[in-house]
């Protein structure tokens, strides 16, 4: 179906943050904005409209229930001039298997990945150009249904919002420092976990605020059935060198499909290093960096594609990695990834999807 475009008149049109080199995470939006609702069974008229605040009833499921999903993608300025989305389908895969989870209905693939495109055309001045910067990207999907008592909602929006950032490390790129959770878990054997949903995010604030207050920025979250095997970070999936191989927790239901995993599991082993997905048990793992055996430690997610990690805290003991350093296998997969999603380098995976 065509997507009918209303664009803004002049006056609507915003004023663009003058230093895109240093805007915040996700505080600033483009001019428009994609919006499809459901209804009776079936989604209506796919539009591109003005940027806009919704008029939603209180009684909405969305408020109730936390029926909702989301996700997140970005879109980069390449040096040739070109607009980019890295491996897109992949998150209109996620965001359908995240819908079924929910007892949401799905949006086509293709439909999804064109909303995209035909946004960020129309929105192209709002791609930021700085070598780190990006176009953030945050399909959503609402229950609507006015409606309270517990029930899979009859209605939904599906919504996309643009949001220019800046580089993520303000610093440069440096090792941070992750908490790992001693009180909550994040989710659990047959819960949500591998659905990009609010509440899976809602459950983590408590024991991040407290992270913060220590100077942490991430906490790294535990399996919830014996606290003892590492799962994943806040909004990356984690990674750890150990005797020279590369180890990342194993997608057991309770972690999310990271794309960002997937593209540097098929990286690392085609660069020649051993990679493995696998239970990581966490007192084993602090004893292997306070040896030595454990000598890198990298996030992996869309915000900042691969962040080296340079210190976990548990239960009031810190653990240096490499000395607070970035370590060398980090450093290439993060040089490779950025390369390919940037077009510095050849996108010999067909990972990238041009928009412009
Ligand atoms: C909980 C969680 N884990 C991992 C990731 C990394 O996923 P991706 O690489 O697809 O951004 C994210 C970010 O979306 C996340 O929110």
Request: net charge negative.
């Given at each position: 179906?065509?997507?009918?475009?209303?664009?803004?008149?002049?006056?609507?049109?915003?004023?663009?943050?003058?230093?895109?080199?240093?805007?915040?995470?996700?505080?600033?939006?483009?001019?428009?904005?994609?919006?499809?609702?459901?209804?009776?069974?079936?989604?209506?008229?796919?539009?591109?409209?003005?940027?806009q605040p919704f008029t939603l009833d209180p009684a909405c499921a969305v408020f109730h229930y936390g029926q909702e999903i989301f996700e997140g993608m970005k879109a980069f300025y390449s040096q040739n001039g070109s607009i980019n989305l890295?491996?897109?389908?992949?998150?209109?895969?996620?965001?359908?298997?995240?819908?079924?989870?929910?007892?949401?209905?799905?949006?086509?693939?293709?439909?999804?990945?064109?909303?995209?495109?035909?946004?960020?055309?129309?929105?192209?001045?709002?791609?930021?150009?700085?070598?780190?910067?990006?176009?953030?990207?945050?399909?959503?999907?609402?229950?609507?249904?006015?409606?309270?008592?517990?029930?899979?909602?009859?209605?939904?929006?599906?919504?996309?919002?643009?949001?220019?950032?800046?580089?993520?490390?303000?610093?440069?790129?440096?090792?941070?420092?992750?908490?790992?959770?001693?009180?909550?878990?994040?989710?659990?054997?047959?819960?949500?976990?591998?659905?990009?949903?609010?509440?899976?995010?809602?459950?983590?604030?408590?024991?991040?605020?407290?992270?913060?207050?220590?100077?942490?920025?991430?906490?790294?979250?535990?399996?919830?059935?014996?606290?003892?095997?590492?799962?994943?970070?806040?909004?990356?999936?984690i990674a750890f060198v150990v005797n020279e191989e590369i180890l990342t927790p194993e997608l057991d239901g309770t972690i999310l499909h990271g794309i960002t995993r997937k593209s540097v599991i098929q990286l690392a082993k085609d660069l020649?290093?051993?990679?493995?997905?696998?239970?990581?048990?966490?007192?084993?793992?602090?004893?292997?960096?306070?040896?030595?055996?454990?000598?890198?430690?990298?996030?992996?997610?869309?915000?900042?594609?691969?962040?080296?990690?340079?210190?976990?805290?548990?239960?009031?003991?810190?653990?240096?990695?490499?000395?607070?350093?970035?370590?060398?296998?980090?450093?290439?997969?993060?040089?490779?990834?950025?390369?390919?999603?940037?077009?510095?380098?050849?996108?010999?995976?067909?990972?990238?999807?041009?928009?412009?």
């Amino acid at each position: 179906m065509d997507i009918i475009i209303n664009k803004c008149t002049p006056e609507q049109l915003k004023e663009k943050p003058k230093d895109m080199h240093h805007l915040p995470f996700g505080r600033f939006f483009t001019d428009h904005m994609f919006l499809m609702k459901y209804q009776d069974g079936e989604w209506g008229q796919p539009q591109i409209i003005p940027y806009q605040p919704f008029t939603l009833d209180p009684a909405c499921a969305v408020f109730h229930y936390g029926q909702e999903i989301f996700e997140g993608m970005k879109a980069f300025y390449s040096q040739n001039g070109s607009i980019n989305l890295f491996r897109p389908y992949e998150n209109a895969k996620r965001f359908n298997r995240s819908a079924e989870r929910m007892c949401m209905p799905t949006v086509d693939e293709e439909l999804f990945v064109k909303a995209i495109k035909e946004l960020i055309i129309l929105d192209k001045e709002w791609v930021p150009k700085e070598k780190g910067t990006s176009l953030y990207i945050r399909p959503t999907m609402i229950a609507t249904e006015p409606a309270i008592g517990l029930h899979s909602s009859a209605e939904f929006y599906f919504y996309i919002i643009l949001s220019p950032v800046g580089p993520y490390f303000k610093a440069g790129f440096n090792p941070t420092k992750i908490y790992v959770a001693s009180q909550h878990i994040r989710a659990a054997p047959g819960g949500t976990g591998e659905a990009k949903t609010g509440g899976n995010y809602a459950g983590t604030l408590s024991e991040t605020e407290i992270a913060k207050k220590q100077g942490y920025s991430q906490v790294l979250w535990l399996d919830s059935i014996e606290r003892k095997y590492v799962e994943e970070v806040g909004t990356n999936n984690i990674a750890f060198v150990v005797n020279e191989e590369i180890l990342t927790p194993e997608l057991d239901g309770t972690i999310l499909h990271g794309i960002t995993r997937k593209s540097v599991i098929q990286l690392a082993k085609d660069l020649g290093y051993k990679i493995k997905e696998t239970k990581i048990e966490l007192r084993k793992l602090l004893e292997q960096i306070e040896n030595g055996e454990c000598t890198e430690a990298f996030g992996m997610g869309t915000a900042a594609s691969i962040s080296p990690v340079g210190e976990l805290f548990y239960k009031g003991k810190t653990y240096q990695i490499n000395n607070f350093e970035i370590g060398k296998i980090t450093q290439h997969l993060y040089d490779e990834l950025i390369g390919i999603q940037t077009g510095e380098k050849p996108d010999k995976y067909g990972w990238i999807e041009k928009i412009i």
